[in-house]
DNA sequence: CGTGACGTTGACTGTAGTCAAAGAAGGTGG
DNA sequence: CCACCTTCTTTGACTACAGTCAACGTCACG
């Protein structure tokens, strides 16, 4: 049983029981990578796509000096790089950030789903889409939102996504990113990031503390980072706010 | 004969006469579009995809004060929503630029494709992960480059894609944006973006005028600006440079 | 206990935003 | 065909947000 509760981004009682177990056997061995750890580089052909079962992992582009850009975070019960099943050579980086545990997708089984398993399919590209649709989040935090807002922006994509995979309980959750991660993903640099963290503890809004986050005031920071769920289709599952 | 010589991004001759067919049939008819006019809004459960056959469109994301960011520029020959298929609701706003013409395609007739020819559907689901390797160059671009290379690097990537459409011969190419748009695209102010291209026609590298871009040195160009074609997946088309 | 990575703060710099005004360009109606 | 109006472009002066540089503090780990 390697493919967690929720699945793709989605409650997995969308899926069937004949649909999960064609996944379950489309994967391999489990294994565990160190932190840190560059899995996939650009220009890499890839034959395998990785479902992440446990830990944190990134997606990231160089400048020209090496400084990174992250792409994306990716969380437990995230398949990483589907999308390089199609692509079948990848545009950035793809690396650990916490120890992993992985389990490859060999895309020659993927083939056989698309062949025989239309539905599953349609839930594989959707699942792809929700990875494109958050990189338009992303667009817009980098191209419109000032500095605390992005910040907050960010912390608020996060915590929703844990929270559909039950490690955040709407209040605390772990993130085990420095302040040069968020940076990287924010488009900020550290000292910056340090600044704006303390803006939003002195606001009374958040609190971040040895890879630990605390939301102090959920409303609060939506509406000062202007942030809005929509584009995590979590649907029903965001009723509650 | 609707889609055009280039699909997808594509050269069209990695299709073959059945499937081409099979999207032609699928389109219906091509109506016009008056410019700067609203076509989807974020939101909105949509049952048709758009095949953008003639025009410039873009779609965006607002700010609390009505800000644009926006998160893709279309040419002819793109597929402008299709990820609106899997994904049924949109997360953003659709509109012109120009004057357009398009082809609403319905997605049950998309429906059809998906159970009965399972690489051109695969060609559909590549189509929707360029736009999302596109994505994240916009990533890249906000987060890391400063103004002048901002500009530079959208001016390439749109000469590129123009390109393979026939619509750029590697020096000149419409491009009809105000200054205020390629701001909205570049996360900049209208004001700056003067400034910018400024700069950048003091360098030797790009002039624009009425609508109408003349790139002066590629190379330098994509130097300055960081640029890498290679998440255009354009292979062999790029072996030019 | 020492070392290295990470976090915090202050002083200074520089890039981009803001505000304002005037000049071109393009479209419309008289 | 010209006059007018709007939209877009251009420039200058000023402001402010974020980057840079530097130093010090803190924590975890070997």
Redesign the pocket.
């Known amino acids: 049983m390697i493919f967690s509760k929720f699945l793709l981004g989605r409650r997995r009682d969308q899926l069937d029981e004949d649909d999960l177990a064609a996944l379950e056997q489309a994967a391999g061995e489990v294994r565990p990578v160190p932190p840190r750890t560059l899995l996939v580089e650009k220009g890499d052909v890839v034959s395998n796509s990785t479902y992440l079962v446990d830990g944190f992992m990134c997606r990231y582009m160089d400048d020209r000096q090496g400084q990174r850009q992250l792409i994306a975070v990716h969380i437990p019960g995230d398949f990483v790089d589907l999308h390089g099943y199609p692509l079948k050579k990848l545009d950035h980086d793809i690396a650990t950030i916490t120890a992993c545990r992985i389990a490859p997708v060999p895309h020659g089984r993927l083939d056989s789903i698309v062949a025989q398993r239309p539905r599953l399919t349609r839930l594989l590209w959707f699942s792809t889409l929700l990875d494109a649709a958050m990189h338009r989040d992303w667009i817009f935090r980098l191209g419109r939102l ?3 807002k ?1 910040l907050g922006h960010f912390l608020c994509e996060v915590e929703a996504r844990l929270r559909v995979v039950g490690l955040s309980d709407g209040i605390r959750f772990p993130l085990p990113l ?3 991660d968020l ?1 990287e993903a924010c ?12 803006d939003l503890r002195e606001r009374g809004l958040v609190r971040m ?2 890879g630990e986050v605390t939301i102090l005031d959920r409303p609060a920071l939506y509406r000062l980072s202007e942030f809005d769920p929509t584009y995590l289709y979590l649907d029903d599952f965001n009723a509650e706010r």
Chains 1, 2 share one sequence.
């Open positions: 000032e500095a605390v992005k420095t302040q040069a940076g488009g900020l640099t550290p000292v910056h990031v340090n600044r704006m963290l303390r503390q040895s």
